[in-house]
């Protein structure tokens, strides 16, 4: 079974351009986070998504941040435009069986420097 | 924010020996779930514990769970190199609520 699969895995960008990560969860979950993670720290959740619907975007700065799941699988995070302190390790996680929150199945995550 | 605090920050140890690390947490919780991340990689989870639960195992790992101390710990028995990592404890509050991370505890096993 493919695990949640995210590209690109690294990306280089100036400050001011704007960026987009993608991501394809594990078959049949219905349950998407974004997640980033700094530098020694643990990972923050942006959004997360239940099917089509994002459910948890509190912490998302929505000044300069999108995200969609169109069709409730595949998901796009963008950045536009992108600041210094957006470089981070972007994760994405999925989780299913009806299980939310219980054993999130993570991909290996974009590095994003921002330059 | 993050919910969960673990220590200690790092940790060294030799193949053998055995590891342990803690994890408090602040507000009421539904589970708790250790995840594991290898350098440059995405988290792998490890074990969950519910909140009714006291102790759990699997394999080499033995998680403990104390809701009036808000803490838990998580023991990983005969070490080896292949457990150097980082291992962050995860909280879920339950209902509506997302999985919140804790900060992680570097773990280098030297052969």
């Known amino acids: 079974e493919a695990g949640v699969v995210q590209s690109p895995r690294y990306k280089i960008i100036e400050k001011k351009q704007p960026v987009a990560f993608w991501c394809n969860p594990i078959s049949g979950h219905n349950t998407l986070y974004w997640y980033r993670q700094n530098l020694g720290q643990g990972p923050e959740l942006l959004i997360r998504y239940e099917n089509e619907e994002a459910v948890d975007d509190s912490q998302l700065p929505k000044d300069r941040f999108s995200a969609e799941r169109l069709k409730g699988v595949d998901s796009t995070l963008k950045i536009q435009p992108a600041e210094l302190g957006d470089s981070a390790v972007y994760l994405c996680?999925?989780?299913?069986?009806?299980?939310?929150?219980?054993?999130?199945?993570f991909g290996s995550g974009t590095q994003l420097s921002v330059l | 924010s993050q919910q969960g605090e673990e220590d200690p920050q790092a940790l060294s140890i030799q193949e053998g020996e055995n590891a342990t690390m803690n994890c408090s947490y602040k507000t009421s919780i539904n589970n708790l779930q250790w995840y594991r991340q290898n350098s440059g990689r995405g988290l792998v989870h490890l074990i969950l514990?519910?909140?009714?639960?006291r102790e759990k195992h699997s394999g080499r790992l033995r998680v403990t769970l104390d809701t009036s101390k808000k803490s838990s710990s998580l023991l990983i028995t005969a070490s080896r190199a292949a457990d150097t990592a980082s291992y962050f404890c995860?909280?879920?509050?339950?209902?509506?609520?997302?999985?919140?991370f804790g900060k992680g505890t570097m773990l280098l096993v030297s052969p």
């Open positions: 996680a999925s989780s299913g069986d009806g299980a939310t929150n219980e054993k999130l199945f």
């Open positions: 995860a909280t879920d509050a339950g209902g509506y609520s997302t999985l919140t």
């Open positions: 514990i519910r909140s009714n639960e």
